[in-house]
Structure formats: structure tokens, C-alpha cells
């Protein structure tokens, strides 16, 4: 990884207790491989802010995702509130696409289960692009850290 590279990324996400809390067990492991998955492979950056790597802290305020950036030397370069709302179509879609592609796998033909996994697919798409979107200005990431990013602020609405 280039020097650069690796400025240009989140070494680490947490979520705030306070306000997201604890979920069950089903939850906190879903949080878990959204995480690790984002800090695994990323690109990320705050723009006017090039000290990274980053660190994001998530919280809800205000029913909204705040999005709390430090640099690796702990200073805040960032906070940002991202509205939720522009995001509850495609999650609540998501979720029963989610829901019809687990059943389908029980006893459905290999090209039903497919055909299900394509429109979850392109749901998680649509919800990617929409994340890029919204923060755009504020934060870049590329389309996979978004994806990643999308499956994390899905993981905090699943209700297992």
C-alpha cells in the first residue's frame, strides 16, 4: 500500500452506545463483520482535511447518523449528520428482499434464489450510489466503501 493509500482510509469504526445501543446477539455479530469488513478495505477521505488515516465514531442525534471523523493523531476534522430519512425506502425494500432471499433458500430452485440475490444486489446498489450522494463534499469514499458503509447503517436497523 503507497504512503498515500494509506492516509486515504478508516482504521478504525465504532458506534456510540449511548445512543445506537447494544443489539442481541444476531445484531452485534452483524455490526461486527460490517465493521471489520469497511476497516479491512476502504477508501476514505475528508476533504481539506488530507491528514488520515481516519477514525469514524457513528452516533444517532437527533434521528440522525452522525458521522464524527478524527485524524490519527486524535484531532476532530469533521462532523457530519446524515439524514436517515432519503434511506428508509431502500431499507425497508432491502429488508424484504433480505427476508424473500432466506426463505428462498430453504426451498427454492437455484433460479429463484438467483433471481432474489439480483434484486438484493441491485437494492444495496441503489442504496450505495445514494450514500455516495450524500456525502459527497463532505466525505469521498469510492463505490466498495460505500457498500460496505450501506451494509453497517443496514446492520443498525435489523431487527435479527
Same mark, same amino acid.
Given at each position: 500500500?503507497?504512503?498515500?493509500?494509506?492516509?486515504?482510509?478508516?482504521?478504525?469504526?465504532?458506534?456510540?452506545?449511548?445512543?445506537?445501543?447494544?443489539?442481541?446477539?444476531?445484531?452485534?455479530?452483524?455490526?461486527a463483520?460490517?465493521?471489520?469488513?469497511?476497516?479491512?478495505?476502504?477508501?476514505?477521505?475528508?476533504?481539506?482535511?488530507?491528514?488520515?488515516?481516519?477514525?469514524?465514531?457513528? #452516533?444517532?442525534?437527533?434521528?440522525?447518523?452522525?458521522?464524527?471523523?478524527?485524524? #490519527?493523531?486524535?484531532?476532530?476534522?469533521?462532523?457530519?449528520?446524515?439524514?436517515?430519512t432519503?434511506?428508509?425506502?431502500?431499507?425497508?425494500?432491502?429488508?424484504?428482499?433480505?427476508?424473500?432471499?432466506?426463505?428462498?433458500?430453504?426451498?427454492?430452485?437455484?433460479?429463484?434464489?438467483?433471481?432474489?440475490?439480483?434484486?438484493?444486489?441491485?437494492?444495496?446498489?441503489?442504496?450505495?450510489?445514494?450514500?455516495?450522494?450524500?456525502?459527497?463534499?463532505?466525505?469521498?469514499?469510492?463505490?466498495?466503501?460505500?457498500?460496505?458503509?450501506?451494509?453497517?447503517?443496514? #446492520?443498525l436497523?435489523?431487527?435479527?
Amino acid at each position: 500500500m503507497t504512503q498515500e493509500a494509506n492516509t486515504r482510509r478508516l482504521v478504525s469504526v465504532t458506534l456510540d452506545d449511548s445512543s445506537i445501543g447494544r443489539g442481541n446477539p444476531d445484531q452485534e455479530h452483524e455490526r461486527a463483520i460490517a465493521i471489520y469488513d469497511i476497516v479491512e478495505a476502504n477508501t476514505f477521505e475528508v476533504p481539506g482535511h488530507p491528514h488520515g488515516p481516519y477514525s469514524l465514531h457513528l #452516533a444517532i442525534v437527533d434521528k440522525k447518523l452522525a458521522f464524527e471523523v478524527r485524524a #490519527a493523531d486524535g484531532a476532530g476534522c469533521m462532523t457530519h449528520y446524515l439524514s436517515l430519512t432519503p434511506f428508509r425506502r431502500v431499507i425497508k425494500d432491502y429488508q424484504l428482499v433480505c427476508d424473500s432471499y432466506y426463505k428462498a433458500i430453504r426451498s427454492a430452485s437455484p433460479a429463484q434464489i438467483e433471481a432474489i440475490d439480483m434484486g438484493r444486489r441491485g437494492l444495496h446498489n441503489e442504496a450505495s450510489e445514494l450514500l455516495v450522494q450524500r456525502l459527497e463534499g463532505k466525505v469521498s469514499i469510492d463505490f466498495d466503501t460505500a457498500r460496505r458503509l450501506f451494509t453497517l447503517i443496514y #446492520a443498525l436497523h435489523w431487527k435479527g
